[in-house]
């Protein structure tokens, strides 16, 4: 038995036509993304506030900057208004091509209101990471909506798109500029992040250890006879900090108890205090040199963490239950003779920061050895 051999009506041209749209209609087709232009620049809004796009199919307009100085081609944008004078810190750390490779961007920030008319505020291709992303910070005034554009470098050539990452974080200037206004501390610690974007230097005040000239102030009255520790650790500027004894009702009226340029680690100040019960202390940080920026202050009666136990792991590792009283810097030193008073030195990962309430810490290096001694140690 024979079947009939079917052949399709339609000419091969057009059935070729048709496989042909087949395929096409396969392909993905890519969009630039919704904050390509400065028309459509996303709004950031807040003190902090984190975004992440692709740029990879984003455009450069016509009348548009080389941010940073750089060519670039596919810029992205954000618009941030400032609802008070402060510190605006903008990074693209975290930001990677498509092989998870830190993106090599430039950022810059602007005001205006049309692509082809803007001024420039303040711009950065290389933060000191090192790895191609970029940081910038800048004194923002209440009430300006500030344009931030972020690119590819096109610097070794055609810029490369990937996964734009976008940080901002504002500090808004305080009220404790001057002694009159001086903040008030409560409390056996605290910790808290402030700025001296906007803060002057007042006549008559002292230097607080070094060249200043842009101060804030606190007060601090000790409940309790012993020490206590004053912190700048992890301030984004070079700190000088200064305590008085006093009335405070003028400079002049001020004592001098202590003051610190660089005790702490990264240019910041450290105090070890002998406070007095009932006796109230003034305190002034200043940015050496006139530096203005983020910085944080940390007080405890004594250090700001102890040790509550420590427990030898199977593996000759040591595990380290700490308490802190306060979300401050910590350092954590260990030595293997307790009776040689020197050889303290840094636990490898030993730097905690930020630490708050009980934790657990596990030291490593004390494998292999029969004795390990620890302290914890204002950083």
């Known amino acids: 038995m024979s079947y009939p051999h079917f052949t399709p009506s339609l000419p091969k041209k057009v059935a070729l036509g048709i496989l042909v749209a087949v395929c096409l209609g396969s392909v993905a087709v890519m969009a630039a993304p919704a904050n390509d232009n400065f028309s459509s620049a996303s709004a950031l809004t807040g003190a902090s506030a984190t975004d992440t796009v692709s740029n990879v199919?984003?455009?450069?307009?016509?009348?548009?900057?080389?941010?940073?100085?750089d060519p670039g081609g596919l810029s992205v944008w954000w618009t941030w208004t400032a609802e008070s004078d402060g510190l605006l810190t903008l990074s693209t750390t975290g930001s990677v091509d498509e092989?998870?490779?830190?993106?090599?961007?430039?950022?810059?920030?602007?005001?205006?209101?049309?692509?082809?008319?803007?001024?420039?505020?303040?711009?950065n291709d290389q933060d000191t990471t090192g790895t191609g992303t970029s940081f910038a910070q800048l004194l923002a005034t209440s009430g300006v909506t500030y344009y931030i554009a972020v690119d590819?470098?096109?610097?070794?050539?055609?810029?490369?798109?990937?996964?734009v990452r976008l940080t901002l974080a504002f500090n808004a200037a305080g009220n404790n500029d001057n002694l009159a206004d001086r903040a008030a501390l409560s409390g056996t610690h605290d910790a808290l992040a402030g700025t001296n974007v906007g803060a002057t230097r007042e006549s008559g005040e002292a230097t607080h250890g070094g060249t200043g000239g842009a101060s804030v102030w606190w007060e601090w009255t000790s409940s309790f006879d012993g020490p206590v520790t004053f912190s700048t650790e992890g301030s984004s500027i070079d700190t000088l900090m200064?305590?008085?004894?006093?009335?405070?009702?003028s400079h002049a009226s001020l004592s001098l108890v202590a003051n610190d340029d660089d005790s702490g680690s990264n240019l910041t100040s450290l105090i070890l205090l002998t406070a007095e019960a009932g006796?109230?202390?003034?305190?002034?940080?200043d940015g050496k040199n006139g530096a203005v920026g983020a910085f944080n202050l940390c007080f405890s009666q004594g250090l700001p963490a102890h040790i509550d136990a420590?427990?030898?792991?199977?593996?000759?590792?040591?595990?380290?239950?700490?308490?802190?009283?306060?979300?401050?810097?910590?350092?954590?030193?260990a030595k293997a003779d307790l009776a040689n008073p020197s050889g303290w030195a840094r636990v490898p990962l030993g730097r905690l920061?930020?630490?708050s309430g009980t934790i657990q810490f596990t030291d490593?290096?004390?494998?292999?050895?029969?004795?390990?001694?620890?302290?914890?140690?204002?950083?």
């Open 57 to 69: 199919d984003a455009t450069k307009e016509s009348g548009e900057d080389n941010h940073a100085g």
């Open 99 to 123: 092989f998870d490779a830190p993106l090599d961007t430039v950022l810059a920030v602007y005001t205006g209101v049309a692509v082809n008319d803007l001024s420039a505020v303040v711009s």
């Open 152 to 163: 590819s470098s096109a610097s070794f050539g055609a810029p490369v798109g990937g996964t």
């Open 242 to 249: 200064a305590i008085y004894e006093g009335t405070g009702d």
């Open 279 to 285: 006796k109230t202390y003034i305190i002034a940080i």
């Open 310 to 333: 420590i427990q030898r792991l199977g593996d000759g590792s040591c595990r380290l239950t700490i308490t802190a009283s306060a979300a401050c810097r910590l350092q954590i030193e």
């Open 353 to 355: 920061n930020d630490v």
């Open 364 to 379: 490593s290096a004390a494998i292999g050895q029969d004795s390990r001694f620890y302290r914890i140690v204002a950083p």
